[in-house]
């Protein structure tokens, strides 16, 4: 069975610091991995998603994550964080190896940007 | 164009009462899957849809929640004798076809059960 452990629940960073929230999976094939965002009291949105190829992958908004099946880990960075960027973050993967179309959440990691 | 949307924003119902959530996923969108989001928690995955055939079921907590899909568009959630336990926020996405595409979420149903 997939799993994913988000390390850290809250996240506090100052406006232009470096943005790091932590994802690392569980699964005995390299699973599609995703980063999504959820804003206050909004749906969430893709911030990127990596299925193949390079392993560093760009998203929006600045962010970008970068896949080491030797770690199984895929954090989220971001050069400089911004006041915008204060939301809520959740790691998800898909099964490459089972066939499982349903994605599997972290239990996320809420970002505060401090000015 | 229009993303996925959900109806009612907001339900509050009495404990041992029947709900019906609805999703409109984006149209031509074959997948579609519901969540379930308890407060403070990642997302459960509760049921995929490939077209009306319901191939993943394994999330559905148990046999008082159940949902169809019909032409291949518009979703239905309903929950049978609800419990203080159901309240969450119950999302709907929808996505191009089965192969992992992207998933767009809609903005979701937020259940309190008294």
């Known amino acids: 069975a997939q799993s994913v452990t988000q390390l850290g629940s809250h996240v506090s960073v100052s406006e232009g610091a470096l943005v790091l929230l932590r994802c690392n999976y569980s699964?005995?094939?390299?699973?599609?991995l995703f980063w999504y965002v959820q804003y206050p009291n909004q749906g969430l949105q893709l911030l990127l998603k990596y299925t193949t190829g390079a392993t560093l992958v760009k998203g929006i908004n600045g962010f970008e994550a970068e896949f080491k099946k030797s770690e199984t880990s895929f954090h989220l960075t971001k050069p400089s964080a911004h006041m915008s960027d204060a939301a809520e973050y959740f790691c998800?993967?898909?099964?490459?190896?089972?066939?499982?179309?349903?994605?599997?959440f972290g239990s996320g990691t809420r970002l505060q940007v401090q000015p | 164009g229009a993303g996925v949307s959900q109806s009612p924003s907001n339900k509050v119902t009495e404990k041992g009462k029947d709900v019906e959530l609805r999703c409109d996923p984006i149209?031509?969108?074959?997948?579609l899957y519901w969540y379930r989001q308890r407060l403070g928690q990642g997302l459960e995955f509760l049921i995929y849809?490939?077209?009306?055939?319901?191939?993943?079921k394994s999330g559905l907590p148990s046999d008082r929640f159940s949902a169809e899909r019909t032409g291949e568009s518009v979703s239905t959630l309903t929950i049978q004798r609800t419990q203080q336990e159901d309240s969450a926020v119950y999302l709907c996405?929808?996505?191009?076809?089965?192969?992992?595409?992207?998933?767009?979420f809609g903005p979701g149903t937020r259940l309190t059960v008294l």
């Open positions: 996405a929808s996505s191009l076809d089965g192969s992992y595409n992207e998933q767009f």
């Open positions: 699964s005995s094939v390299p699973p599609y």
């Open positions: 149209s031509g969108h074959t997948a």
């Open positions: 849809f490939q077209g009306n055939s319901a191939p993943d």
């Open positions: 998800a993967v898909s099964g490459r190896d089972t066939g499982r179309r349903a994605l599997t």
